[in-house]
């Protein structure tokens, strides 16, 4: 492919973050919108506005015109089988998160994947924070100690129109764990290590819907630091990535939150002001004691433009895909568990095999 030419990506998927794809595909010049595939009658005006043919659904598309590569942002429970399709085109794609609505079928996705060499990028976007890359590198390097503890939150409110205007929100699948809390894991396991273990308690009280509203969470990391963590699409709070990074000018921010904070044995972070607090003199740690408070300078950039100029590179043959069907597959596997705990009030290990299909 001649890496001069922009790249043709076709969008599966008109909603919320389908039209951001569109909107940042239009702002890229390494990149033009080839095609929408959506069944929605709002996806007929976008398709119009940008001047590209609409089609009912991705198969669809495939068959009609073959783009570069395609933005997979349908509902969660059709993106294994849009996926599939784009490997039986050998049509590059961008998976939204999660990778796959159960386990289950994220395997066959995961297998069917290891048999092509057409390549798949899932899109936890905030693995291309600056943020985020900047908070690793200081637990990397050992100014905190070695991790002890973590306290995260994704506490926000989600209007009713959000619920409205895509009805799967209301079922098991579209409730703040799957959708947000999956972004959580993702960050928690590239700061912390692994996830070995889980416990958790959820509720739906508030809307009274067939999923959750919130949920509290117990994490054991392998490195035998532990978590805790509560997600709430109820919570009228800005403790939440979107309200605290900065990074999507979509949401009010306030620079004064925080949404994680990591412990040491020898000083601690609150992310994401990059407030470093921690001891002086190694042999002098003490509660009584004072300790230094400094601030490590950030970047602030939308990991979602990041996250497109790497999937253009990746349809160019120049990388590989940053995070793979597999790493999808971790993330949804610590969900599946904290699903799973929640509903048999129990610990769950990740390493015992039921997880999958609990």
Known sequence: MDGMNPLRIAVAGAGVIGRRHIELIAADPACTLAAIADPTPAAKALADSAGVPLHASLPALLAGTRPDAVIIATPNHLHVDNALACLAAGVPALIEKPVAHTMEAGLRLAQAAARSSVPLLVGHHRTHSPLLHRARAIVQSGVLGPLVAVMGSALFYKPDSYFDDA?????????PVLINMIHEIGNLRSLCGEIVAVQAAASSATRHHAVEDTMAILLRFAGGALGTFIVSDVAASARSWEQTSQENKAYATYPDEDCYVLAGTHGSLSFPTMRIKRYEHDEDRSWWKPM??????VTRDDPLVAQLAHFCAIVRGEVAPLVTVQDG???????????????YGRVIDLAVAEVATA
Not at 329 to 342: D, G, H, P
């Open 329 to 343: 597959l971790q993330n949804l596997r610590v969900i599946e568990a904290i699903v799973a705990a929640a509903r």
């Open 292 to 297: 230094l408070a400094e601030t490590a300078a």
């Open 167 to 175: 009805p799967w929100r209301h079922e098991p699948g579209g409730g």
